[in-house]
């Protein structure tokens, strides 16, 4: 009994680990070569377990994870401490589907082809929680972890972000492969049980996972030795600072616009080709407030330069004072002696539990609390921004994460993207960080500028191969909360890259093998019995 109790207490432990761990790789506090051990006291946990145990430990890591990165949910209005526990459990989800396939593997096909599994299982996990409906947040994802990193995020360029992904996750399972390989014996594996791990099959890990990594890192010593080549044009960045307090309140209204029109001013003098504002920059809508858009229309006039905005009706996380209004979250493109032409993109990809309450009406979200929220209306169309001398697409907000929505702009004729966004309400979390990580991976994935305008940080620009340029910063070196504006190069691409052609073919080569081990596994009836390894 007390063995029992010990190896349970071990396994729990393990877990834990993992999750604290990988915790750790991501910002704020990227200790990024810890998501190459990260996955390793788990996969040695569940090694062998029934698949349900597999499962259990499996999502105690993923809860583990996903608390540990997702503190910026408590920041947003109306969320607690309950909310985030919740969405702890949704997100760490998908792990204890790995623990479940990973166990029934182990057992039902064999120990080896389990490890060599679980790179193919990681990334078919990390894809089914980034598009799982409205419970999708391809955020924290193991290769956004080396978002600091260019020589290896280069192999993005080929199978996205799941690529790199795969990557790590294979050289976990090869070091998995090392530790079970010196305690089978302490573990009661039978060395003759199915679920036994052979030099062979440790050897050939070892050698796929230092391949993989050898080719990522060749190739992206290469590709950064190749630089972007074409015409260059001056962007300019606003980045306002204005507290999400005061957005919204009418009093401030005037402040706000004086805040952007002396900025815009003051980016005016760098002769750029485009000026940006961030998400929600204007106090109202200007396809609504007629005297508000007269306002900003003579600012671009006077400026003589094109001027994206975010401009919207009413705040997120409150709910709708005027019913019956067709709210929606809208970016304008205003051009200088065109005062007819105003260009509009509408976001497509709204933020559940934010801008919109899904499945209302059918699920009582009453239960756990949920805030009463503004309810948005999707866009549908996806704009390419023309401007004189290039194309263009804007994301809002949080749109950025998703690298099919980004990819079918670049497909449409984008040159480049601008993500404008509002993350005031997460404070000095790691929140802003997390989803810099993931525009990061946008630019690398289809070669092209990715340059993000926020309202207060970070405001940057991210060149085709994934490095920050520069951001908007103070003299101490502070990318958030502060006020200020940024001009840089950019170099329109029309290229296409192998992802941007072929999107997620990684995952779809996954899901193959994944489904082929499942029926396999169905008609080979392996030992159950021959496994000496008791479960807690």
Known sequence: MRKRIFSLSCCVGSSFLSGFLLALAFPNHNIEWLVWIGLVPLLVAVYGRHPIWASLLSLLAGVTFFVGICGWILESPGYRVLHHIVAGLFLGAPFGLFGLFFGYVCRRV?????????????????????????????????????????????????????????????????????????????????PAAHTSLSKGATLLLICLAAGLFALS???????????????????????????????????????????????????ATDRPALIVWPEASSPRAINVDQRLYSEVRQIVEETGTPLLLGSTMHQKFKAQSSKGLKLKNMAFLLSPGKPDDKQEYSKIILVPFGEYVPMEGVVPWSWIEVPELANYLPGKELTVFECPDFRFSTTICWENLFPGLVREFVNRGAQFIVNITNESWYRDTGGPYQ??????????????????????????????????????????????????????????????????????????????????????????????????????
């Open 435 to 536: 989803f810099l990580a993931a525009s990061v991976f946008r630019a690398v994935e289809n070669r092209i500028y990715v340059l993000r305008c926020a309202n207060t940080g970070i405001s940057c620009f991210i060149d085709p191969h994934g490095r920050i340029v520069d951001r908007v910063k103070d003299a101490a070196g502070r990318d958030t909360y502060v006020q200020g504006v940024l001009t840089e190069s950019v170099v329109p691409s029309s290229s296409k890259t192998f992802y941007t052609n072929y999107g997620d073919w990684l995952v779809w080569i996954s899901f193959a093998w994944l489904a082929f081990l499942l029926i396999y596994g169905l008609f080979v009836r392996h030992g159950g019995e021959a496994v000496r390894l008791r479960d807690p």
């Open 110 to 190: 064999g120990g080896g082809l389990a490890l060599f599994a679980v790179p193919f299982l990681w990334v078919s996990m990390e894809y089914l929680r980034s598009n799982f409906s409205f419970l999708a947040l391809p955020l924290g994802l193991l290769a956004h972890s080396q978002y600091l990193n260019p020589v290896l995020i280069q192999s993005s360029s080929f199978a996205g972000a799941y690529g790199l992904s795969f990557i790590i996750a294979m050289a976990n399972s090869a070091i998995a492969a090392i530790v079970l390989s010196f305690t089978q014996k302490a573990r009661g594996l039978n």
């Open 217 to 267: 890192f060749l190739y992206g010593r290469w590709a950064l030795s190749k630089p972007a080549v074409g015409k260059e044009f001056r962007i300019a960045l606003v980045q306002g600072n204005i507290d999400h307090e005061k957005k919204w309140n009418p009093r401030y209204a005037r402040t706000i616009m004086q805040t952007y029109a002396d900025l815009t001013r003051r980016a």
